[in-house]
């Protein structure tokens, strides 16, 4: 059972053990409540990346692991099981570390279990082919782990981010190499501690610590991986991708992104304002398809942005382990700064400054709920990922200026569409350039539902039956069953078939 620990020392996870960096040297985690030192982190370098690539390498070739799907699927239940037991300590350790509030982190991480289960159960049904092939012979297809695989994970939802990774990627059979960020490491490594319970065998999950720069980086150069999969910004998405390219491995990125929600006119207004305040404001605005844009008719946008402003002034900014928080701090000093930096911008281009003044404590990395009005598409901050509680809000004219608008920035990821009409809801959705589309909701997610990015928001696709096949590899096995005699080169220079 996990228990509460006051100042943990986040070591590395190599080979079933929790170690210190070869360096020795730790850096500190710091809380966006207090600006307090809450932990100590140990800071990996390239060699002990390379040591957790080998174990895992190792754990691969001479575990059950790759064999064994009975293994999988038994190890995986029982890690679902264990984290199911110890939610509440997680819970509270992911809101300290994030600055979450502790209502959001519940209700997130309390489905975790979720994957694994369903993870484990796509390994238990999912079954090979017999491609059609001829007379005279057996041919199926094997779906074969990879091997060893690198996840680099995000700070905003660590847990859950890594989930979305690391549960096909076991339950496909593979080994793993976790670098989460820099910024929220605690609760992955007491995943790792409930791995280590789960009976998983050593070395198939590994855990190196450290900066993006130098051991996310090496990670992802490193030659021995199967598969690198990142979850970070597009700058980031480049990188990994150009490494993965030379390295000619696949690659899976989910990037940054920038969602709009359309509010069309037939819509009932509260449910409206509701749906896109949640969308906006939820984990005070720090994930990849925060509804940072609302396009509004032109017909209702007085009316919609004085309801929406007024449901703003009420979100309470507050410490994250209180229950009534609905806005806490965010994760560290560098993003409150960025923030400030682009309302600022927002200011300066000419959007009115709706609300931004909610009162918010002195200590820790807090920023008032922000709403922008008047705001056109060329502006920055219509197009630029603020990832704070910053929301948008756009006037349109017509349905079709509303899906131009919609498109008109470099990412697709998540879109949301108000509309009580049925017909409207599907033929716009199917205009709209992203991977998931919401209708009269938003930042719905499942296992089996999936999810990723179009255009800059990355390549490739978590949850689901095409995710668990994106982390294994086809095999074909063609199998002569009739004695039938075969000579090439007998000399008899007849017609036969050779392919
Ligand atoms: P980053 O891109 O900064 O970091 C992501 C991960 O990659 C971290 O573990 C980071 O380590 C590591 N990293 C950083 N630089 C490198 C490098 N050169 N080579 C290898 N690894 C590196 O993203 P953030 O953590 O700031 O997360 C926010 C971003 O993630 C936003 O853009 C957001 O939209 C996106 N995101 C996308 C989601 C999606 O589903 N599409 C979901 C959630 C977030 P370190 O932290 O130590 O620097």
């Known amino acids: 059972m996990l228990t509460k620990r006051d100042l943990p020392r986040c070591e590395q996870f190599i080979g079933g053990k929790f170690l210190p960096s070869v360096s020795g040297k730790y850096f500190p985690l710091i809380s966006p409540e207090t600006e307090e030192v809450t932990a100590e982190v140990a800071n990996s370098t390239a060699e002990d990346v390379e040591t957790a690539v080998q174990a895992a390498l190792h754990a691969f070739k001479h575990s059950k692991w790759r064999l064994s799907p009975e293994l999988r699927i038994v190890t995986l239940r029982k890690l679902a099981a264990k984290l199911r037991e110890n939610m509440p300590a997680i819970v509270e350790a992911e809101a300290r570390v994030t600055g979450r509030p502790i209502r959001e982190m519940r209700a997130q991480l309390g489905r975790l279990p979720e994957w694994y289960d369903y993870f484990a159960s796509v390994a238990e049904t999912l079954e090979d082919t017999l491609p059609p092939f001829g007379r005279g012979y057996l041919n199926y297809t094997r779906r074969e782990p990879l091997g060893v695989v690198g996840l680099l994970t995000p700070w905003n939802h660590p847990l859950l981010i890594l989930t979305k990774k690391l549960a096909p990627a076991l339950a496909a059979g593979n080994a793993v190499v976790i670098k989460p960020s820099e910024l929220a490491p605690v609760t992955i490594n007491m995943l790792a501690e409930l791995i280590h319970d789960s009976g998983m065998p050593e070395g198939i999950v590994n855990v190196v610590h450290g900066l993006g720069s130098v051991a996310g ?106 229950n009534r928080t609905d806005i806490g701090p965010l994760v560290a000093k560098r993003q409150l700064d960025r923030v ?160």
């Not at 207004?269 to 008719?297: D, E, H, K, P």
């Not at 000419?350 to 008047?374: E, I």
Request: with cysteine.
């Open 340 to 499: 400030v930096k682009l309302i600022e911008t927002g200011i300066r281009e000419g959007a009115t400054l709706a609300y931004g003044k909610a009162p918010v404590p002195d200590t820790g990395w807090y920023v008032s709920p922000t709403v922008f009005t008047d705001v056109t598409n060329d502006m920055t901050v219509a197009q630029e990922e603020i990832f704070g509680p910053v929301v948008c809000i756009l006037r349109y004219q017509s349905e079709k200026e509303a899906i131009e608008l919609a498109n008109g920035t470099r990412f697709g990821l998540g879109m949301a569409i108000w509309t009580n009409d049925i017909r409207r809801a599907h033929h716009v959705a199917e205009q709209l350039e992203a991977d998931i589309i919401w209708i009269n909701d938003h930042h719905r997610i499942g296992p089996a539902s999936p999810w990723g990015g179009f255009k800059e928001s990355g390549v490739g696709r978590e949850n689901g039956i095409d995710c668990y096949k994106d982390y294994s590899r086809l095999k074909n096995v063609i199998a002569k069953i009739t004695a039938d005699p075969f000579d090439w080169f007998d000399g008899a220079a007849t017609d036969k078939r050779y392919s």
């Open 217 to 322: 980086k090496a990670l992802a150069q490193n030659k021995a991986l199967s598969k690198i999969d990142l979850t970070g910004g597009t700058p980031t998405g480049r990188e990994v991708a150009a490494a993965a390219g030379r390295n000619l491995i696949k690659v899976a990125a989910e990037l940054g992104g920038k969602a709009t929600s359309i509010v069309f006119d037939d819509v009932d207004l509260t449910a409206a304002v509701n749906g896109t305040v949640f969308a906006g404001y939820i984990a005070s605005g720090q994930t990849c398809v925060q509804g940072a844009r609302v396009l509004v008719s032109d017909k209702m946008y007085d009316r919609f942005c004085a309801a929406f402003v007024e449901k703003v002034s009420k979100l309470r900014v507050g410490p994250p382990l209180d």
